[in-house]
């Protein structure tokens, strides 16, 4: 049953969003037509808004995963959902699964068109990778892109949280008010934790005379920002807020099917 809500939440998703993409691959495609005749400033101007409008995509995907997530379990479309013989855990699965999908895709389309346009302006950021690469730092490249699919889940994990906990009938009057105040105070207690678990996990990425390297040592041990102590033992990139982000993202999804099985209401 899994398989079937996911295809309709997929289904519900490419309404719209194939067309934000579209609209990224019909900017590449004028700003590399302006880019042949050699027309400025257009040709500049129309990179410089391919750019934007490809990292307002990944916005607009994380937005569209939490309308889709309200309007499904608990907007019209709830009465439907939450009547269906399947345990809530899936539903709440299925609209992780989907969200993450169109935000990879996004994501992929965004750097797709951040690339061209940076290409257009007469930079290329292939370049800039390779010199990466050459000086030791792919690791760094692989932190942050890690970094932001984690990101990202925690960010699905909480906002899933916070709607699912203004349905509760002492919040659903308003429960739009209640949901942005939860949300809030989340990314107020979930980004302690994460700094706690940045400074005191022995887990990072240290950078230093020979490149980056993944390293088991805590973070707190090379605050020692004096030119010798960088020079003897790099600088330390924390990354333990990665086990804090999976575990806190774990226990909101469980909450949230637990809050909407027990719980919550349609309105």
């Not at 760094?140 to 990101?151: E, G, N, Q």
């Not at 022995?202 to 041990?221: D, W, Y």
């Amino acid at each position: 049953m899994l398989g079937k809500l996911l295809k309709y939440d997929l289904k519900a998703g490419a309404r719209l969003m194939p067309i934000a993409y579209a609209a990224v691959a019909l900017l590449c495609l004028m700003s590399w037509i302006l880019n042949l005749i050699d027309i400025s400033p257009y040709k500049e101007f129309l990179s410089i808004i391919l750019i934007l409008i490809s990292v307002a995509i990944v916005f607009a995907s994380m937005i569209y995963s939490m309308v889709r997530y309200y309007r499904g379990v608990y907007g019209a479309e709830g009465y439907l959902t939450q009547t269906l013989p399947v345990k809530h855990s899936s539903i709440v699965i299925s609209k992780v699964i989907s969200a993450f999908i169109f935000y990879v895709i996004s994501f992929a389309v965004a750097f797709g068109g951040v690339y061209a346009g940076i290409y257009f302006l007469g930079y290329d950021l292939l370049d800039l990778f390779r010199d990466m690469s050459g000086n030791g730092l792919t690791p760094l490249v692989w932190y942050v892109a890690v970094s932001l699919i984690i990101s990202f889940v925690v960010f699905i994990s909480e906002t899933f949280f916070s709607i699912t906990l203004a349905q509760i009938r002492p919040f659903m009057k308003n429960n739009i008010i209640f949901a942005v105040l939860f949300y809030f105070g989340l990314n107020f207690i979930v980004p302690v934790l994460e700094f706690a678990g940045i400074l005191f996990i022995p887990l990072g990425i240290k950078i230093g005379e020979n490149g980056a390297s993944f390293t088991t040592e805590m973070m707190v041990r090379s605050l020692d920002f004096s030119n010798s102590a960088i020079t003897q033992i790099g600088i330390v990139l924390g990354a333990g807020s990665y086990i804090i982000d999976i575990a806190a993202g774990v226990c909101l999804l469980v909450l949230t099917a637990w809050l909407m099985r027990t719980k919550t209401s349609v309105k």
